[in-house]
């Protein structure tokens, strides 16, 4: 299963959770970039940057 399907098989309900569930790659493993992981889950590239940067400025609070 490749990591669009999968990402579409989330049954993700907060926005929280979703914005997490994102950025993740970046942030555990960093095996990929922000616009490789924009088209893994059909976000906007500068979304996933920003996400990615707030969330190492703030942790999970930044997420919010």
């Not at 098989?9 to 790659?25: A, F, G, K, M, N």
């Amino acid at each position: 299963m490749d990591a669009a399907t999968a990402f579409a098989q989330l049954p993700l309900i907060d926005q929280t959770q979703w914005r997490y569930e994102v950025i993740r790659p970046l942030v555990l493993f960093a095996d990929r970039t922000a616009t490789q992981r924009a088209q893994e889950t059909a976000t906007h590239p500068e979304t996933v940057r920003m996400l990615h940067r707030r969330f190492r400025q703030q942790g999970m609070l930044g997420l919010l």
